[in-house]
Structures are given as C-alpha cells and as structure tokens.
C-alpha cells in the first residue's frame, strides 16, 4: 500500500492521472457521504426535513471548506519540503500543523453550538424547517473535532504524493454513514437529527480506524512527539498559505449560502430544489475538483524542486483531460437533469425546482475544467492570495449581485438566478489566465537577464 508519488521526474499525464483518480474516487464517495443524508430523509421524511438537512449540510460544508483551504497550506508545505528532499522539516510541519487544527477544533465546535440559531436565520431558514436546520447544525458542529481530522489527515497525505489513503478514509466514513442513515432516519424516523447523529458517528469511526492504519505505513519523513508542538515560523507559514485559501473557499461558499438564502425567501419547495441541486453539484463537479487537489500536490513538489516549466505542462494536461469529461456531464444534466435529481427525492415539485436550477451548473460544467484547474495550479505556486482575490471578485462581484438583481425581477426563474455561477467563473478564469501570461512573461524576462548577466 505505499502509494508515495515523486512527481519531479517521469511522464507528466499518467502521473496526474494515477495520482488524480484515488482523489477523485474520494470525492464521489464524499459527495455521496453528504448526499446520503439527503437522499435518505427525501425517502422518509418531509419537505421541510429535506430543507432542514440542505440547509443545515450547506452551513456545516461552510466550514468544512474553510478547514480544507487552511489544511493546503500543510500540503503545499509538505509537498515543497518533499520535491527538496528536506524530510526533516517535512516532520515538523505535520508536527505543527496536527497543533494547528486542534485549536482550530476547539473553536469550531464553541463558536457553532452557540451561533447554530443566528445561523439558520441568517440563511432564512423555513419556519416548518427552523427548528430541524438548528438540530442538524448543532449535532454535527459537537462533531467538529472528527471533521477537522480528516482533513489534516487528507492534506498530509496529499502533500506526500499519496490519494489512496484519503480514498480509504472517506470511504470506510460513507459506508459508516449510509448504515447509520438507514438505521435513525430510515428505521427510528429521526428526521434531520437522525441524519446529523449518523454524520457525526461515522467521522468518528472513519478518523479512528484511519489512525490504526496509519500507524503501520512507512512514511516518507520523521516525525517525532516532540514535532507535535506549535511553532511560530511554522505556523505563519501554514497560515501564509492556506488562510487565503480558506477565507476565499469560504467567501465562495457564502456566496452560495446567499443564493440559498434567496430560494428560502422562495419558499419552502424552492429552498428544497437549490437544496437537492447544490448536493448534486458535488458530483457534477468531481472531474475538475479532483484536478484541483491533484494540480496543488503536482505542482507544489515540482516548484520545490525547481521546475516551473514542468509544473505549467502539467496545468495544460490536466485543463484537456478534465474538459472532456466536462461536456458530457454538462449535457446529461441539462437535458437530464431530472434523472439525476429523482435519484434523491420522489416529489415532483421538488424535482421540477432542482433541474431548472441545475440548468445553470450544466453551462458551468464547460467553465469549470479551466477555472479550477488554474485554482490548483496558483495554490501549489504559493499564488494563494491571488487565488482568495479571484474568487472574491467571482463571488461578491458578480455571482451574489447576479442571483439577487434576477431574484428580484417578477417571475424570475432558479435557472436565471442560478446563472450568476458560470458568469462568476467566465470572469474567474479571465483573471487566471491573464495572471498565467504575466508570470509567463516575467519568468522570461528573468530568464533573459540571467543569460546576459551570466558568465
């Protein structure tokens, strides 16, 4: 099981792909993870414990957003440390970063327990669906701790070159879950809380039989109790690279908890269907999400060892290689995105709202492959506050004043508000590109100085 990857060396394209298609798999059975909550309670509950759930699930993958953006910060180190072949410090900055995210826990868990009602009324939560969005925020918020495990663990694990590992864990999570939906909500009838009980336990299950199988894996680096220490060069470090991150995945993300909140003005049917639909999103978005987490690993081994030139050809395979898959799913899920959302609920109001809206994400498809790529790329260069700056204006420029200029016009669509997503990315991957040229150009230039200064 040692799937330790050396990016640095070899052909470019069938490593991505080794290396991508574990993440990928991780991400469909994490999709699958939070869409089985959905899917179970759409089976045996009621509108407003579907709502209660999408809502809910929204404002705790918020924060489960933010804790991933902060854990690249420990991927693009350790992935550097590794293309240097400085494994020491390799230790030490899983040392640290394990501290980190302890602290980053303990907040976590406080700050949702209190705030879980402010919340739900910031996101307008139905009034039949109040009380279950409070319920379902605040079990899985008494779970942070578990959440935040399993993406250190990630991120340390992807520094190294390694996406099975992340595989295993999110997988033995999604089978823990689906038994543990099946049992509350499908058997006890526990509605929206029985679905967040099932979360909880399988992260804890899932964290703890990953650290017995870490246990028995030869790791690329040393790592000692006394790395497990916070240190402060190290822990600016971290934060350098991964707080921009963080804070635009979770601008983006409160872009689109907006957007919810817009279709929860809707009503009760409304706020389902961009529920179900925003669930959906996770899969079909998983070709160019997984080429984002695989482009940060590739790319930040490689500028490690000093080649740019190696880590920008693999950009440019990973943009083809995920723009094919996006076509085909952008159009099964505009022409049949129906089949897509039946799958999770039987309502046909319900089924009717979450396709138009999903027209949307269909044009987005197309967009996706380059933007997210790019997103991978700058953050393995260490370009993270570029990253957090793109995403702000896609987000607060152009997506959140689409969705509410459109919501406030008499008989608008969730299609035409759901527009507001591939114009947020059209403008996103203009910005990337024209950063691309600009590094482009400079790293010519400097290339050109040092031939005439040299010797």
Known sequence: ????????????????????????????????????????????????????????????????IVITGLAMGVTVLLGQRIGECNLREAGRA???????????????????????????????????????TVAYTRICSAGAVFIVAYNILGSIFRGIGDSVMPLITVLIACICNIAGDLLLVGGFHMGAAGAAYAT?????????????????????????????????????QILRLGSPVALQDLLVSLSFLAIIGIANSMGTVPSAGVGVAEKLCAFVMLVPSAYMQSMSAFVAQNIGAGQARRAARALWCGVATSLAAGFIMGWFTFFHGDILVGLFVDDAAVIAAAWEYLKAYAIDCMLTPFLFCFMGYYNGCEKTLFVMLQGI?????????????????PGATLFQIGLGTPASSTVQIVLCLAMFLYLERRQRREALCGAVTGP
């Open 94 to 132: 899983v040392g640290c970063g394990i501290c980190l995210f302890a602290i980053v826990a303990a907040v976590v868990t406080v700050v949702m327990l209190l705030a879980a009602p402010q919340t739900a009324a910031i996101m307008h939560a139905p009034v039949d669906a109040f009380s279950g």
């Open 393 to 409: 204006i896609g987000a607060f420029g152009v997506r959140i004043p689409i969705a509410y200029l459109v919501s406030r016009i």
């Open 1 to 64: 099981m040692e799937q330790q990857h050396d990016f640095t060396k070899g052909p470019i394209l069938p490593l991505l792909l080794r290396f991508a298609l574990p993440v990928l798999l991780a991400l469909l059975l994490q999709a699958m993870y939070g869409a089985v909550d959905l899917q179970v309670v759409g089976r045996f509950g009621t509108a407003a414990d579907i709502s209660a759930v999408s809502t809910g699930g929204q404002i705790m993958q918020s924060i489960t």
């Open 200 to 236: 909880v336990a399988a992260q804890a299950i899932s964290v703890a039989l990953s650290l017995i199988l870490i246990r028995r894996r030869k790791l690329p680096f040393t790592l000692e109790r006394g790395d497990i220490r916070p240190d402060a060069a190290l822990i600016r």
